[in-house]
């Protein structure tokens, strides 16, 4: 029986970092409703980097013109930083978020991308049979989800299934 | 047994529409199993020709076409890869190590490719196979070469023979770099990879050889600069084809890759391996599934000839059955004996067709090896290709029962009196 489980945050620690975006990201590829999720697993330590396109996360892509729009944002950058409800692993897996690399993207008039850094550790890897992104429940239509998974043994390129959430590990 | 025995008999009598019928299945089964081998034997051969490389770095262009030309010597660079950019990412603290990749010289038909003696160090194929030397050692010298088993086997070199690389590609090149000859210092073991294939010099040599060419030519006698000359010369290269990464932790591997991709001095493409080699499994996909719907389409005619091979034969063979009625055989019989017939027709197709499919792969591997590099090892039967060839018989026995039936109806009517 596989249990699922939600990630436990260390809070205090202090590892969620939030810097407001100063990158400029003009050569990265971006298309709409095309969402990237880049596995990479490495002994203990599971990397889970989600890349979308703001216009996927928020429903707009431009800077917030009025309160709710402003209240959508502040929401997405306090679920995205805190890591909780981005992702599953096997509860046998015993997996705990270790740290977060978030940088808030810059709402302008051009194109914005979401891109957290999800650092894992788990105490046993070998359990790790597939990651589920949550994250994509909360996402507006996705149309496409592009999954690159690297591991000592195997480097590969998936595209999840439409409705699905499970990329497998094996 | 005993039918199996009649039937067998009664082919026999038959021999030149059965051997006929079976040809058409055997030709149809070699088409589909020919597919299936050769799709998974491409996808073997290509998944084991790299591994253990994180990223692959060129000047920006395509994926495929980075991967194709870096690693499997198919196709050829747009642009190269400034020196400074190169020592700037190898000297990454994320990086652990790189093998830089200089191509554009062939040797008889052979690539050329500069590099370091990192390559015989990191490089992986198959796993977590190593580069080994059948003999000799990497070069050290800046004329020594390393050669690909293929290399030494077709042209015959061994430690010490004398080689000149000519300048670009094709096995007939009048520009030669015959000023600055090479000894051959190491061979490599047979890797069953395109390096099998590859003339490897050091990257200072690359340089060198070029040192006194300008626009393709070489400079005229007199402003040349011979062999010895250009080893007092700076041979540090100011730009490569490519290099391969390994980093020091995989989780980093992302993140590099688009700290690259990136990267502002230069236009320059990371990819990773397995993820380009993915990507061009899904484009080659379509073709397969495309060819595997023929392929099955030609089995499903090859099936139907045998069906209107045996169907037509009936009438001729009435006499046939009211003999072996007047002998004892009940309906059951004549139906099991046309069952038996099928199920005989289709193995023996499907075997001579297996026999066919292996013949023609071994006999194509030599020229797919020479023309492309790749090299195809088609394996024994799989549970997949045995899952097919069964399923193959077992429409063909699906298909006898429609004569079967018929004869059955028959024997049933016509008694020893035939009326035709």
């Not at chain 2, 299945?25 to 020919?34: C, E, R, T, W, Y």
């Not at chain 2, 990879?193 to 400079?219: C, E, F, K, N, Y």
């Not at chain 2, 109806?409 to 016509?414: A, G, M, V, W």
Request: charged share 20%; with cysteine; glycine share 8%.
């Amino acid at each position: 029986m596989i249990h699922y489980f939600k990630f436990l945050i260390c809070s205090g620690l202090g590892l969620a970092a939030l810097v407001s975006s100063a990158e400029s990201l003009e050569q990265h590829a971006h298309s709409h409703g095309a969402v990237t999720l880049n596995v990479a697993l490495e002994g203990q330590v599971l990397s889970l980097e989600i890349d979308a396109p703001a216009i996927n996360v928020l429903g707009f892509e431009k800077s917030p013109r009025n309160d709710a729009e402003r209240q959508a944002v502040a929401a997405v950058d306090t679920w995205l930083s805190a890591g909780r409800d981005i992702a599953g692993v096997p509860r046998a897996a015993e997996c705990r978020l270790q740290s977060v690399t978030y940088v808030a993207p810059k709402l302008g008039s051009g194109h914005a991308d979401y891109r957290p850094r999800y650092t894992f550790r788990c105490a046993n890897p070998a359990a790790l049979e597939w990651v589920e992104l949550w994250a994509l429940r909360r996402f507006k239509d996705v149309e496409k989800v592009e999954v690159n998974v690297i591991s000592a043994s195997m480097q590969r390129q998936d595209t999840l299934a439409p409705g699905s959430l499970r990329v497998s590990l094996k | 047994m005993k039918t199996l025995h009649l039937a067998l008999r009664s082919l026999r009598n038959r021999r030149a529409t059965a051997l006929l019928t079976i040809c058409a299945i055997a030709i149809s089964v070699a088409l589909l199993l020919g597919v299936e081998k050769m799709r998974s034997a491409a996808r073997d051969g290509f998944a084991n020709t790299v591994s253990g490389v994180d990223l692959i770095v060129g000047a920006r262009s395509g994926q495929l076409n980075l991967l194709l030309y870096s690693v499997f010597r198919v196709g050829d660079a747009t642009a190269n890869v400034s020196w400074e950019s190169y020592q700037k990412i190898a000297r990454h603290p994320d990086v652990a190590w790189t093998i830089p990749i200089s191509l554009g010289d062939s040797h008889r038909g052979f690539r050329v490719m500069g590099t370091n003696g990192d390559y015989f160090k990191h490089y992986r194929f198959a796993g977590d196979r190593e580069i080994k030397f059948a003999s000799g050692k990497p070069f050290e010298d800046l004329y020594d070469a390393v050669v690909g088993a293929e290399v030494a086997k077709q042209l015959g070199y061994s430690v010490g023979s004398k080689i000149v690389i000519a300048h670009g590609l094709g096995n007939v090149s009048f520009a030669k770099h015959d000023d600055k000859p090479f000894t051959v210092v190491g061979v490599l073991e047979r890797t069953g990879t395109p390096i099998d294939r590859t003339v490897h010099v050091g990257l200072q040599a690359i340089t060198a050889i070029h040192v006194d060419w300008q626009s393709g030519m070489q400079a005229p006698p007199g402003s040349q600069i011979d062999a010895d000359d250009a080893r007092a010369l700076d041979l540090t290269p100011t730009s490569i084809t490519a290099f391969m990464v390994g980093m020091e932790s995989k989780v980093m591997t992302f993140t590099m890759q688009r700290a690259i991709n990136e990267y502002r001095q230069e236009p320059l493409l990371a990819i990773i391996p397995g993820v380009a080699l993915s990507q061009l499994w899904n484009l080659v996909g379509i073709a397969d599934t495309a060819l595997m719907i023929v392929a099955a389409f030609v089995v499903l005619a090859g099936l139907l000839g045998m069906l209107t091979a045996i169907l037509t034969s009936l009438n001729e063979r009435r006499r046939e059955m009211a003999i072996l009625r007047s002998v004892g055989a009940r309906p059951r019989h004549v139906f099991t004996l046309l069952i038996a017939e099928a199920g005989m027709l289709a193995t023996a197709g499907v075997a001579s067709g297996v026999a066919v499919c292996y013949g023609l792969i071994f006999a194509a591997r030599p020229l797919l090896e020479k023309r492309f590099g790749i090299f195809l090892d088609p394996g024994g039967l799989t549970g997949y290709d045995l899952a097919i060839l069964g399923a193959i018989i077992g429409a063909a026995l699906l298909m006898g029962a429609l004569p079967a039936w018929r004869a059955y109806r028959n024997t049933l009517s016509d008694g020893l009196t035939i009326r035709v």
